[in-house]
């Protein structure tokens, strides 16, 4: 008879135990299912419509202003969440679920600043901050993941901001291949100075040079200043 009441009493544990597990599974496959949503939500997303985020953190608010500034010195695109093409981490994933909870709508309106190559842009075949327009050309930085703000990204891409600055890079770079040309291929006379009217002429010379070549090139590759494409659909 004991035998048997223990026997009883163990199998309602088990079936405790498996109820409880049954539950477990359900419940983070519920969250899993929450989280497939956010993520189609951000990667579906292509219009800013605003949200009202309660007890929003000021630090993480930016002005369009702002955000324009930051993409030409960095060259990024900012663009809507459904032409990213990059995956969202599950980082991402735990900081638009707090987010979620200070709104008393379901998010909406997500923007991604990135590298042009993490977009499927129109006429086209590095990592991302994640946004959420607010209205009034503000925006909520949700979340930021990779390396795409380094201080070499933003001296690499410097020349290509606008005009002056490219000028500006070629005109350095001329002058410096002038400065390197050996003055025995400058001028013919054998007791020239390095300085002179000849070096001065060489100077004009490589200016013209390479001005000639960037401006092919350029046109050649259909080059976009970043002042003109941080938030352009188009590869180029």
Not at 16 to 45: M, N, T, Y
Not at 154 to 160: C, K, Q
Request: contains cysteine; positive net charge.
């Amino acid at each position: 008879m004991a035998a048997h009441t223990e026997r009883e009493r163990l199998e309602r544990l088990l079936r405790g135990q498996a109820d409880l597990l049954q539950e477990v599974h359900l419940l983070l496959g519920a969250e899993q299912k929450h989280d497939d949503i956010l993520r189609a939500s951000v990667l579906g997303s292509m219009g800013e419509r605003p949200v009202h985020i309660t007890g929003a953190d000021p630090d993480r608010i930016y002005h369009r202003d702002s955000i324009r500034a930051l993409c030409i010195r960095y060259r990024l695109r900012f663009l809507p969440g459904g032409l990213f093409k990059g995956t969202l981490p599950n980082t991402a994933i735990h900081a638009l679920r707090a987010l979620e909870r200070k709104s008393p709508a379901p998010l909406t309106g997500f923007m991604v600043m990135a590298p042009a190559s993490r977009f499927k842009l129109c006429d086209s075949e590095v990592d991302p901050l994640l946004f959420v327009a607010l209205g009034n050309d503000r925006y909520y930085l949700v979340h930021k993941w990779g390396r795409d703000l380094s201080p070499m990204r933003a001296v690499l891409n410097w020349p290509l901001r606008n005009v002056a600055s490219l000028s500006a890079t070629v005109l350095v770079l001329a002058c410096v291949l002038a400065l390197l040309i050996p003055t025995a291929l400058v001028t013919s006379l054998p007791d020239a100075a390095y300085w002179g009217a000849h070096r001065v002429f060489a100077m004009v010379w490589s200016a013209a040079v390479c001005a000639s070549f960037t401006v092919f090139g350029w046109f050649a590759f259909f080059g976009q200043f970043s002042a003109e494409a941080w938030n352009s659909r188009y590869f180029n």
